[in-house]
């Protein structure tokens, strides 16, 4: 099977954390083309591969690829991607998809109209304990689920300048960037929302416009509850990144610090997988999207998919303003 060529469009800290994906996946995938306004950051990528190219402007060498891996600021991502789609490439696009509504939907739109495959790039969704810990409550081994609770803590400080720090760039505060993986989690896990609750501050974390803090609350059908804390404003950690899924008969964790997935019963400790390395992951989740356009399938993390976790996030800002709950049960 032919090599599906890609040009990587941002080449930043976000592009630099997916690199491994290249090298892994070498048989089925050619990085053509890396891109940035900044051709230095560019080049520093071109050289860590043969034959690609190091450009400044991703139009020039969109008829040389396939596909595209679009890692920009989010305030980027829908012209860019759009541009990319309508010239009949295939997009895997970071989280989140798009600034607002409209921008989301122009996109899965001219996706749908141009016969081409939008993924967006909630690598969690990929993540080996991720998937272990959705086989393991599917499968019921520790009883029924009621409660599941995200801890995502860590330090993430930027300039106030930073586009990372202003609503209008990051398209909302820690939650709608970081933490809208974990929404997409939980409605992965948990299914239907019917309501929330969102409080967030930007104490701790003076250099963000909106909050950098989060603390989420969803009610599901059924009676289970979803919750996620996410800062970027710890100084101090102990759960870092960990899941808690308590059942009725046990308690099930996914410690991605860690690298485990462990059922506890009392005072039991069963460990049910144990990785080898950390990181993202982020080989499955290419090797996902190049699935998708081998075959022809949509995939996991589609783009009405993704739409629904953002919609959940600013209707919980709205509500948050408000001072309410939020009608989460018609998304």
């Given at each position: 099977m032919p090599q599906t060529k890609l040009a990587l469009i941002g080449c930043g800290g976000m592009g630099q954390s997916h690199l491994r994906r290249f090298h892994?996946?070498?048989?089925?995938?050619?990085?053509?083309?890396?891109?940035?306004?900044?051709?230095?950051?560019?080049?520093?990528?071109?050289?860590?591969?043969?034959?690609?190219?190091?450009?400044?402007?991703?139009?020039?060498?969109?008829?040389?690829?396939?596909?595209?891996?679009?890692?920009?600021?989010?305030?980027?991502?829908?012209?860019?991607?759009?541009?990319?789609?309508?010239?009949?490439?295939?997009?895997?696009?970071?989280?989140p998809m798009a600034n607002s509504e409209a921008e989301c939907i122009e996109l899965i739109d001219a996706a749908?109209?141009?016969?081409?495959?939008?993924?967006?790039?909630?690598?969690?969704?990929?993540?080996?304990?991720?998937?272990?810990l959705k086989e393991a409550l599917d499968a019921r081994i520790a009883g029924d689920l009621f409660q599941l609770s995200i801890w995502t803590e860590q330090h993430t400080e930027r300039s106030p300048s930073s586009w990372m720090c202003r609503a209008e760039t990051l398209g909302?505060?820690?939650?709608?960037?970081?933490?809208?993986?974990?929404?997409?989690?939980?409605?992965?896990?948990?299914?239907q929302p019917l309501r929330g609750m969102h409080l967030g501050t930007n104490r701790g974390t003076p250099w963000m416009e909106r909050e950098g803090t989060s603390n989420v609350c969803l009610e599901f059908q059924d009676g289970r509850i979803g919750y996620h804390f996410g800062t970027w404003g710890a100084r101090g950690s102990r759960l870092r990144y960990t899941f808690h899924a308590h059942c009725d008969e046990g308690m099930l964790e996914a410690d991605i610090t860690g690298k485990q997935l462990v059922l506890h019963r009392g005072s039991e400790r069963q460990i049910l997988c144990q990785l080898s390395n950390s990181g993202k992951h982020t080989e499955n989740e290419m090797g996902h999207f190049l699935d998708c356009i081998e075959r022809d399938e949509t995939p996991k993390t589609n783009?009405?998919?993704?739409?629904?976790?953002?919609?959940?996030?600013?209707?919980?800002?709205?509500?948050?303003?408000?001072?309410a709950w939020a009608d989460l049960s018609d998304l």
């Open positions: 892994i996946l070498s048989d089925r995938l050619e990085l053509k083309a890396a891109v940035d306004v900044n051709l230095e950051t560019a080049q520093s990528i071109a050289s860590q591969f043969p034959s690609v190219v190091a450009v400044d402007d991703f139009r020039t060498v969109l008829d040389e690829v396939d596909a595209v891996l679009i890692a920009l600021p989010h305030h980027l991502h829908h012209p860019v991607a759009l541009e990319c789609i309508e010239a009949g490439k295939h997009v895997l696009l970071e989280k749908q109209r141009r016969s081409v495959v939008l993924m967006i790039a909630y690598c969690m969704r990929f993540h080996p304990l991720i998937t272990r909302g505060g820690q939650l709608f960037s970081h933490g809208c993986h974990y929404i997409d989690l939980l409605l992965w896990y948990l299914g783009g009405p998919a993704a739409l629904k976790s953002l919609r959940t996030i600013w209707r919980l800002y709205q509500a948050e303003e408000e001072a």
